[in-house]
């Protein structure tokens, strides 16, 4: 549910690795990126959701990835389920008490290269109105020229670990995992 951590995937664009001389803005392609989080429902199943739809921009450093930064922005009710019950339970007070314009934010804050295509990418997860510092395990998947566009794209996978009662988001723990495993994959395109 505190998935932009996810959002947070989207800083996984700072791990690239070609030549360009200055980070280039890339924005988000909302129809080709999602956060999904998946949590331990009482021991008897495990349980996913997804975030997708969201916006966000990309400074890509491919020469120098740690100058490379990401900021996303999602609505907190552009949640899938899959479940109507289960939104309008995520949606109210247990959880986000969500109002239309309600945001999931996440703004890297610093960038570690651990490969040739990989990276760890540090930022700020707001949710909730609760600020906290997240861990992102990023790898670039691909640069180069979109082949139905012809524009300079750039694709990243994310991983990542978050607690929900870190952000006012844990009812019903520890009956319900605590930790949700967060997955991002994101699709950035270069800004005209």
């Known amino acids: 549910m505190k998935f932009t951590a996810i959002a947070a995937a989207l800083a996984l664009a700072t791990t690239?690795?070609?030549?360009?001389?200055?980070?280039?803005?890339?924005?988000?392609?909302?129809?080709?990126?999602?956060?999904?989080?998946?949590?331990?429902?009482?021991?008897?199943?495990?349980?996913?959701?997804?975030f997708?739809?969201?916006?966000?921009?990309?400074?890509?450093?491919?020469?120098?990835?740690?100058?490379?930064?990401?900021?996303?922005?999602?609505?907190?009710?552009?949640?899938?389920?899959?479940?109507?019950?289960?939104?309008k339970h995520f949606m109210g007070d247990d959880f986000f008490g969500a109002q239309d314009g309600d945001m999931i934010t996440f703004t890297s804050t610093g960038i570690e290269v651990t490969g040739e295509n990989t990276a760890n990418i540090t930022g700020d997860l707001t949710i909730n109105d609760v600020t906290q510092s997240v861990v992102l395990d990023a790898k670039l998947n691909q640069s180069g020229e979109n082949p139905l566009n012809g524009k300079q794209w750039a694709g990243f996978d994310a991983t990542t670990v978050i607690k929900r009662s870190d952000f006012d988001l844990g009812a019903f723990a520890p009956n319900v995992s605590d930790e949700l495993d967060v997955q991002i994959s994101v699709e950035a395109g270069k800004a005209e």
């Open 16 to 50: 690239a690795t070609a030549s360009f001389a200055a980070p280039e803005k890339y924005n988000l392609d909302a129809s080709h990126s999602q956060v999904v989080f998946a949590y331990n429902h009482l021991g008897f199943s495990t349980t996913y959701n997804m």
């Open 52 to 87: 997708s739809g969201f916006e966000g921009e990309i400074l890509f450093d491919k020469e120098n990835p740690e100058n490379s930064s990401v900021s996303v922005a999602m609505p907190v009710k552009s949640l899938f389920t899959g479940w109507e019950a289960r939104f």
